[in-house]
């Protein structure tokens, strides 16, 4: 059929051909024994894209520019009507950039300040319910009153899943996965922001152990991807696409999302800066220094909103006025003065190995336990999602029964009652603030109950008496705030629980919990160490070693290294803690990497999400791979005029999202998007053929458009000389300007759901003005390395793969560069192609051309290869293979300056 053109890799294949056509007086290597030359097996490198590994229903957003003939003429007429204005395109759309920024760092804020507001009033509510019916005796009933309050809080988190799945877990991944350049299907819309929101509140003040933190980060997103647009389906208006038309494209999206995660950070720390630098570290893959200046002013709008709403709305519920705080760090000894000695920074490294340690166990326990998972409720697709969403909404309620009971009982198990320190004039009011919010839990007047203190109080609470609560008394007459003992056991179960619940059908976030169980861990290390030295002062205070710890276990869950640190260093506030966190995290990520991978990392490969790490995968190094060995061979591609029944049958049969268009000699012509084809289906752009003189009538009938076709230069604004020699420069069917084509975005319609009549079947379409004409492409040759880092600095969504002639021979996706795919292509493969009758798989024919032995494949192998001469188990000399005939030895030098080759 005329215009599917199917591309094999016929350079490739002609090469095995003139190979094995060789005379066997020919040898391909003149000196050594054969049977001492290592060999290549054969390679499988025909296959269809459908047949490899990776979840192919996502698929790749695009960030380049098309730059097709519509394109060009639609900016050139948009700055040709300025007719040189000062306030012209570039500082309209500069204008609106900056305000939509503003306005996304403004709107995060706000909303942060409202989920802390409601999830403190709750979690107090809840408390003083409960602690009221236990002060009195009623424990029993205090049990299911608690218990009964987090199953009906934590079942509506569980409800906002099952309304919006894309708002479980903290959303970080997905974040990342998006700026990589991964279309995520519901990930950044409004209804998944508010379930996200709406459905947090209910998770932390249910007593899960999580945290605000990730879901305020894919909060921001959400808001940034969404403010662009000036559009939303679900709630159903649509401003005018001219007033956004700069900003309805993956490039504008992918910044605003950027810029809305860094307020992210900033609405849950109070850390501009570091938001920054998360969203540089962790979340952008594509950088440039413009980027940096709209992420920090975005930031600067977050916290002077928070500040403001701080004031009004938080003042009687947090009074440290953040949505988390770690309370006031001060010099113990007085300003200018060290809470550590300078040999503690020893110390706190082995505390960040200790913490990378035991973040990569929770890591692989939570990987594990997330397996598990899938293995028992079904993954995407293999169920139906309705049977999936009520497993895991009774998942949800189990869990929050057994952690709720656990939680109880630990008061109950540990009832040991401490007296309430008495406040002097000294104390300050975070001194005062502490001591208010010890919990007594069945103990006398003046007492409270350590054990839940830690365990029956919200969690930022629990972490700033960790950071603050300190010693008090001295030598044998120290009085300790936490025994080690209690600190030992509620790290034990809460650990335990911060595993189960990253996972859960619920938004939740992994701050709080590694902060708070790193936070157990250093105030544990630091109170044995006090013990140790009898409390002379030789160790720094806990709550130093406290914050080390919580530092040294996130750094070794997340890897984050200098953003926690700044983040760190704006939440407390206190630069002399700078050179510990340095330490600690450093050697928290060695530690942690040297075990397991990231927590982030670890959920992107167990979903299977295809993301592309910063450096290529080591397979394209060890195996030496080149982009003829992973391209996708089988090129389905279009002509640039076609009969629209040809095409729509093409397109309608594959799921590809691009498609090559080629001449009839097979020379590359561009690319065209499947979205641009569905849009000329919608539009029903199609034209009788070749142009002919139009009569008025049909002139008129057409609202003086012939359908017959017109010029591309008339239209255009351009000249255009000749496409092809047998092709007319004459456009053959009905031109969409580019912003029709834009108007959808980012919902483009299906292709299926136009189909032409019988009549149009036959009709043209001519796609010559919407062909992205300057399409990336990379040489055959072209080693996995270099093509990897030019597709991912580029953020491609495909990238094709050209011959010497031009002829598009593949077409290479992000799935060809995962690291799964490159070990297909390499275990089919052992080593080198030395000689024919070195290939047992591989025969000769009477006719001197190679076939494959029953059970093989084809053969294809490489065009190049630079193989040892051996003689004995000596290599004398290296040959250059890859012409017809074999080229002159290159002798080795016996000796070198080095001692060996070079």
């Known amino acids: 059929m005329k215009g599917f053109q199917t591309y094999e890799t016929g350079s490739i294949n002609s090469s095995a051909e003139r190979l094995l056509d060789s005379d066997d007086d020919d040898p391909i290597l003149s000196l050594g024994s054969p049977r001492t030359l290592r060999h290549r097996r054969p390679r499988r490198v025909s296959r269809y894209i459908e047949n490899k590994g990776g979840d192919k229903r996502y698929q790749s957003l ?17 700055w040709r009507k300025d007719n040189g204005a000062w306030f012209g395109v570039r500082r309209r759309r500069a204008f609106k950039r900056w305000l939509l920024v503003g306005l996304t760092g403004l709107i995060i804020a706000v909303l942060g300040v409202l989920a802390t507001w409601a999830a403190n009033i709750i979690t107090d509510w809840k408390f003083k319910s409960v602690g ?18 987090n199953l009906v809080l934590v079942s509506v988190a569980a409800a906002c899943v099952m309304i919006e799945p894309a708002s479980a877990g903290s959303g970080i991944p997905e974040v990342k996965c998006f700026l990589n350049g991964i279309n995520l299907p519901r990930v950044m819309r409004i209804k998944t922001l508010f379930a996200k929101l709406f459905g947090v509140v209910f998770s932390v003040s249910g007593g899960l152990p999580c945290g605000k933190e ?28 001219s007033a956004f038309q700069d900003f309805r494209n993956d490039r504008e999206k992918r910044d605003f999302v950027a810029c809305g995660a860094a307020a992210g950070v900033c609405t849950a720390f109070h850390a501009p800066i570091g938001g920054v630098l998360f969203a540089l570290e962790e979340g952008a893959t594509h950088w440039s220094a413009d980027l940096t200046w709209r992420t920090f002013f975005c930031t600067m709008v977050t916290l002077f909103t928070l500040y403001i709403g701080n004031t009004v709305l938080l003042k009687n519920f947090d009074r440290h006025g953040n949505m988390f705080s770690f309370g006031k760090f001060s010099s113990i000894e007085g300003e200018g003065t060290l809470n550590y000695n300078v040999w503690e920074l020893v110390m706190f490294g082995a505390i960040g190995v200790i913490g990378g340690g035991v973040g990569a166990l929770f890591n692989t326990l939570n990987k594990k336990l997330t397996l598990q998972r899938k293995r028992i409720f079904g993954s995407t697709g293999t169920v139906g999602a309705e049977l999936r969403s009520r497993k895991k909404y009774l998942e949800v309620l189990v869990v929050s029964a057994i952690m709720s009971t656990v939680s109880f009982c630990l008061p109950l198990a540990w009832h040991e009652c401490r007296p309430i320190p008495t406040l002097n004039a000294v104390n300050t009011t975070q001194d005062r603030l502490l001591v208010t919010n010890l919990v007594q839990f069945r103990c006398a007047n003046g007492e409270w109950n350590e054990m839940a203190t830690l365990s029956f109080t919200s969690s930022d609470t629990t972490i700033r008496h960790l950071f603050h609560f300190r010693e008090v008394g001295a030598g044998a007459n120290e009085e300790t705030t936490f025994s080690p003992q209690v600190l030992f056991f509620f790290f ?8 189960v619940t990253y996972g859960l059908a619920v938004p939740s976030g992994l701050f709080v919990p590694s902060l708070l169980s790193g936070a157990v861990l250093g105030r544990m290390i630091a109170s044995l160490l006090h013990t140790a030295d009898n409390y002379s002062g030789t160790f720094a205070d ?28 704006e939440a407390t506030g206190d630069m002399q803690y700078v050179l510990p966190l340095m330490v600690t995290l450093m050697m928290s990520r060695w530690s942690g990497n040297a075990i397991s991978e990231g927590i982030y990392d670890m959920h992107i490969h167990v979903n299977n999400l295809p993301i592309l790490d910063n450096d290529p995968p080591e397979t394209s190094r060890t195996h030496d791979l080149c982009a003829r060995e ?11 005029v076609m009969r629209v029944g040809e095409l729509y049958d093409i397109v309608s049969n594959t799921t590809h999202s691009c498609f090559p268009v080629m001449r009839e000699n097979g020379f590359l012509q561009g690319l065209i998007l499947r979205k641009r084809i569905a849009m000329l289906f919608a539009h029903k752009a199609f034209g009788l053929g070749p142009p002919q003189p139009a009569s008025p009538a049909e002139s008129t009938e057409n609202g003086g458009l012939s359908r017959r076709g017109r010029t591309l230069s008339k239209d255009l604004g351009d000249v255009i000389h000749t496409i092809e020699t047998q092709e007319s420069t004459e456009l053959m069917s009905p031109l969409v300007t580019w912003d029709m084509l834009e108007k959808p975005y980012p919902r483009f319609p299906d292709l299926v759901d136009n189909p032409p009549t019988e ?8 796609l010559r003005p919407y062909v992205n004409t300057s399409p990336y492409t990379v040489h055959d040759s072209t080693s996995v390395v270099r093509t990897y880092k030019f597709f991912r600095l580029n953020a491609l969504r495909q990238l094709c793969v050209v011959n010497t002639e031009n002829i598009c021979v593949g077409v290479v996706t992000r799935y060809d560069l995962l690291q799964s795919q490159l070990d297909k292509v390499a275990c089919a493969e052992t080593d080198w192609a030395v000689h024919p009758d070195e290939l047992p798989e591989m025969q000769r024919n009477t006719t001197g051309r190679a076939t494959a032995s029953a059970g093989s494949h084809k053969h294809t192998p490489r065009q190049r290869r630079i193989v040892p001469v051996m003689d004995g188990d000596a290599i004398i000399g290296y040959q250059f293979q890859g012409d017809a005939r074999p080229r002159p030895l290159v002798q080795l030098p016996q000796t070198t300056a080095l001692g060996e080759m070079v």
Do not use: N
Not at 132 to 149: A, E, H, K
Not at 492 to 499: C, D, G, K, N, T
Not at 630 to 640: A, F, G, L, R
């Open 214 to 241: 990730g879901p305020m980060i894919h909060s921001g997103a959400c808001i940034g991807a969404g403010i662009t647009q000036g559009k939303s389906d679900q709630i159903g208006y649509d401003l005018s696409f």
């Open 132 to 149: 009221t019916l236990v002060g009195r005796g009623d424990v029993v009933l205090g049990y299911f009153t608690y218990l009964s309050i």
């Open 759 to 766: 009549e149009e079947r036959s009709m043209i379409i001519d």
């Open 542 to 569: 806990a709550g130093t070693y406290a914050l080390v710890g919580a530092v040294a276990v996130l750094g070794g869950v997340a890897r984050m290294t200098i953003s926690l640190t700044v983040i760190m260093l």
């Open 62 to 78: 695009g960030y380049d520019d098309d730059e097709s003939e519509v394109w060009r003429y639609f900016e050139a007429e948009r």
């Open 630 to 640: 992973i391209m996708s061979e089988k090129v389905v591609s279009v002509e640039p």
């Open 492 to 499: 034990l179960a809460y650990f335990v629980m911060a595993i």
